[in-house]
């Protein structure tokens, strides 16, 4: 097999996994191409009335589609069931989709469980799927060794505390525990929409103790003050029934556990002063976490202008602890007293914990430190401090000097702080001493480059086993990872962290705080159930940086089976974002998995600018009416594994969803000869009105606003459905979008089929345009059932069938 050269290599994780996946069913390269012949692709008739020609800024601007934006209208419904009635047929009656099908479903079964949670009850509760089950079981036990990994529904597993399988199209979007763990407070999703609900259990008997909550959208876990009440996020208007939802204005209120929902307080409405603004999560500050501190509390609040990744961050203290105030005394706390540990908007600031020495850490990018760093306020700097002014901070940890980004830290038992950087859109984790600001150890892969992406023909070599334990230096973790969020307490030396690959299953780590006999700390990593099981096949995963078009090196990971021959041209799947400051860092899908395990192809996923990989200056260059640098980095991935002979235009299908749906839908504009097959997956593709529609105003910071006569031209000329071309031949596209998603609404979408559609009839050659729109789903993937992630995946690996013909390249 040939690599790359200067690739880091990285193999499928082995021990620490749960009934790894492995499926024996291969596509035949003969069965590629074929459109059953039964099916005669006559595209839906779009609308005929209800066109718009309106002169912005002095340019003709037609929309003869706008009709489709209201998703309720008779019309648009007929729109919508002509599409399903033309795609379905064509993507169920395929003779391999019952094998697919049945692959998928393997993918996915196998064993899950995410990252346990330490309650105060002496509960962890964490995730569980056997595999097969529709939705996720919160489960808990008093032993994680005896229970973790166990299913709940056999004898001998954990309790199992809270099924969403039991109630219909819905799942739960947030959850969290009172400071005592006696209460919990569950945000809830029906059908995937972005409205949510709030209920509240006793932990003891399970039951529900209070009224439902509604009209909150993003609301990111409730906030327990003290166990009397939370404070939560929802539009001011809401009069408790759906008539009601519709995005105006918001705020966030406080809610009493008992009272009705009228009563409850907006302690900070974005109005007035804090109009258009909004708040991620409020957080309570304190070295005591515990139902009944003894310590002094503070609750904070990071604001938000737009999607920017650049926060004010607000805070009160809250006299006598936080079962001391209610939401009046909340909401005069931060009109009179309030202080600042950020102003200005100048990056992106957060709390993440606090230690016995009455010391409050908080991540930041702020005030000219895009990469990141670690400052800390204590008690006495508050006191000094005027009202409504900002908080004198001190360094605790100064940025990366090797200038990785600083993507996630946490304060554990008091005493220990974790930093997780990105280098190169994988994570590097360092330990140091909360109390005294020694770095402790790091995690890192075995003898890796810090400086590959100066010395591209720097090769890495491949760590033997994922992980390794040293208890004063390094702890290695795989090579290509990434950590999701860690679960720590504040009264406990004990946490926990998942990590995550392109090529396997993510897999559980505890780690632990161990004071010496010298007053020092080590910190012991290890599995919290350790499986003797050896995979049976091995997807590995490439990393190399190309050139776009003005120089710039883009990360691209490249993953396929072990055995895959490169030096023959591969059916190739090519994924990005490329929006919002976020990152892509490695986490297992499905449609991935399958596409290299059943289809036996390519998989690549470019860290284009526009995303958070490198931080600040990565989404900046790519931010606003610059957008389109994004999508030059995405058609040079294309052009680069072309180039290498890994897959040509004619097996090359690229995959994006939300931004990433428009990241692939202007690219198919541009540079429609690199492609064969497009999945755009509920798109933003009308960049001229994407503001208009529910919370599409908090945008304008990412895609520039048509509010603004310099910005409007250039979003105008690149608008993803102002510019659908008919002077060159367009790839297949398959479109796909939700009815719940009132995100990213669906009108988007429809509007994109009429008008590419109208343009492009299919062709002999087998070129078609498909729209798919699902019912009783949303904009998140982590909303659906698994019924509705394998018909989607399922649907995306037939329409490759229908489209590429590798038996011809090869």
């Known amino acids: 097999m040939t690599y790359l050269p200067g690739a880091s290599i990285s193999k499928t994780p082995h021990g620490a996994l749960t009934n790894q996946p492995t499926t024996s069913f291969t596509v035949s390269k003969s069965d590629w191409g074929h459109t059953p012949k039964q099916f005669e692709i006559t595209y839906p008739i779009p609308p005929q009335d209800g066109g718009v020609t309106e002169e912005i800024f002095g340019l003709k601007v037609e929309d003869p589609w706008r009709t489709l934006e209201n998703l309720d209208n008779e019309v648009t419904r007929k729109f919508v069931k002509d599409q399903n009635k033309l795609s379905v047929p064509i993507l169920t009656k395929h003779p391999l989709r019952h094998n697919l099908e049945e692959a998928v479903e393997g993918i996915y079964n196998h064993s899950r469980m995410d990252t346990p949670q330490l309650q105060a009850d002496g509960y962890y509760y964490w995730n569980y799927n056997k595999g097969n089950w529709a939705r996720d079981i919160l489960v808990r036990s008093k032993s994680l060794d005896e229970h973790f990994g166990k299913d709940p529904l056999e004898e001998g597993g954990p309790e199992v505390f809270f099924d969403l399988n039991k109630q219909e199209n819905?799942?739960?979007?947030?959850?969290?525990?009172?400071?005592?763990?006696?209460?919990?407070?569950?945000?809830?999703?029906?059908?995937?929409?972005?409205?949510?609900?709030?209920?509240?259990?006793?932990?003891?008997?399970?039951?529900?103790v209070d009224v439902d909550v509604g009209g909150s959208k993003f609301t990111f876990g409730a906030t327990w003050i003290g166990e009397e009440g939370y404070i939560y996020k929802r539009i001011i208007g809401y009069n408790g029934s759906d008539s009601s939802l519709s995005d105006g204005s918001y705020g966030m209120f406080y809610h009493r556990i008992g009272q009705p929902q009228s009563t409850d307080i907006a302690v900070l409405p974005f109005t007035g002063e804090f109009h258009e603004r909004f708040v991620g999560k409020a957080h309570t500050v304190s070295s005591d976490q515990s139902a009944s501190p003894t310590k002094r509390t503070w609750l904070t609040f990071d604001i938000y202008r737009n999607t920017n990744p650049e926060t004010e961050l607000l805070v009160v203290e809250l006299p006598g602890g936080p079962r001391s105030v209610d939401g009046e005394t909340i909401?005069?706390?931060?009109?009179?007293?309030?202080?600042?540990?950020?102003?200005?908007?100048?990056?992106?600031?957060?709390?993440?914990?606090?230690?016995?020495?009455?010391?409050?850490?908080?991540?930041?990018?702020?005030?000219?430190?895009?990469?990141?760093?670690?400052?800390?306020?204590?008690?006495?700097?508050?006191?000094?401090?005027?009202?409504?002014?900002?908080?004198?901070?001190?360094?605790?940890?100064?940025?990366?000097?090797?200038?990785?980004?600083?993507?996630?830290?946490?304060?554990?038992?008091?005493?220990?702080?974790?930093?997780?950087?990105?280098?190169?859109?994988?994570?590097?984790?360092?330990?140091?001493n909360a109390l005294t600001g020694r770095k402790l150890g790091f995690t890192n892969a075995v003898e890796t480059k810090g400086n590959i992406e100066l010395d591209p023909n720097t090769e890495v070599p491949v760590p033997e086993e994922e992980?390794?334990?040293?208890?004063?230096?390094?702890?290695?973790?795989?090579?290509?990872?990434?950590?999701?969020?860690?679960?720590?307490?504040?009264?406990?030396?004990?946490?926990?962290?998942?990590?995550?690959?392109?090529v396997a299953p993510s897999y559980v780590l505890r780690g632990k705080v161990v004071?010496?006999?010298n007053d020092e700390m080590e910190v012991d990593i290890s599995s919290i159930n350790v499986v003797d099981q050896e995979n049976k096949e091995n997807i590995v995963c490439n990393q190399v940086f190309y050139g776009s078009n003005d120089g710039t090196k883009i990360p691209l990971f490249i993953c396929h089976l072990h055995d895959l021959d490169l030096t023959k041209p591969q059916p190739t799947l090519l994924h990005a974002y490329g929006g919002f400051c976020a990152p892509m860092i490695p986490h297992y899908d499905a449609l991935f998995a399958s596409f290299m395990r059943n289809l036996r192809g390519i998989v690549a996923i470019a860290g284009i600018r526009g995303g958070g990989e490198y931080g600040k200056r990565w989404h900046d260059a790519a931010k606003g009416i610059k957008k389109s640098v994004a999508w030059d980095d995405f058609s040079c991935a294309a052009k680069y594994l072309q180039s290498k002979g890994l897959t040509t235009p004619a097996l090359t299908a690229i995959y994006g969803t939300s931004n990433g749906g428009l990241l692939v839908t202007a690219c198919a504009n541009r540079t429609p000869e690199l492609f064969n097959t497009v999945f755009a997956d509920v798109a933003i593709t009308d960049l001229v009105r994407y503001h208009k529609f529910t919370l599409g105003r908090m945008w304008l910071g990412e895609y520039g606003s048509p509010e603004i006569a310099s910005d409007f031209p250039v979003l105008l000329r690149t608008s993803p459905l102002h510019n659908i071309r008919t002077d060159v031949t367009y790839p297949s596209i398959l479109v796909t979008t939700a009815d719940h998603d009132d995100r990213v609404v669906p009108g988007h979408s429809l509007k994109y089929l009429a008008e590419v559609q109208s343009k492009h009839l299919a062709s002999e050659?087998?070129?078609?345009?498909?729209?798919?729109?699902?019912?009783?789903?949303?904009?998140?993937?982590?909303?659906?059932?698994?019924?509705?992630?394998?018909?989607?995946?399922?649907?995306?690996l037939i329409f490759t069938l229908l489209t590429m013909r590798p038996q011809i390249e090869l």
Not at 412 to 428: N, P, R, V, W
Not at 479 to 485: L, M, R
Request: glycine share 6%.
């Open 170 to 208: 819905t799942s739960m979007y947030a959850h969290g525990f009172s400071a005592s763990g006696k209460l919990w407070a569950v945000v809830l999703q029906i059908s995937g929409s972005d409205w949510q609900t709030i209920k509240v259990y006793d932990t003891t008997t399970k039951q529900p």
């Open 331 to 432: 909401e005069r706390l931060v009109r009179e007293e309030r202080k600042w540990v950020t102003k200005w908007f100048t990056g992106e600031t957060r709390y993440i914990g606090s230690t016995g020495l009455e010391k409050h850490f908080f991540y930041s990018t702020a005030d000219g430190h895009p990469t990141g760093r670690i400052v800390t306020f204590d008690t006495e700097d508050w006191d000094r401090t005027p009202v409504d002014q900002v908080l004198p901070l001190k360094e605790f940890v100064a940025v990366d000097p090797e200038g990785h980004q600083l993507h996630n830290a946490q304060v554990i038992g008091s005493k220990l702080l974790m930093l997780i950087y990105l280098k190169h859109a994988c994570a590097s984790v360092t330990f140091y």
């Open 467 to 502: 992980f390794e334990i040293s208890k004063t230096s390094k702890v290695i973790i795989p090579e290509h990872g990434s950590i999701k969020p860690v679960s720590s307490r504040f009264d406990s030396p004990e946490f926990y962290f998942a990590v995550d690959t392109w």
């Open 515 to 517: 004071d010496t006999n």
């Open 765 to 796: 050659e087998g070129n078609m345009i498909l729209g798919r729109l699902y019912e009783n789903a949303g904009h998140e993937l982590s909303a659906k059932s698994l019924e509705k992630k394998v018909e989607e995946v399922t649907d995306r």
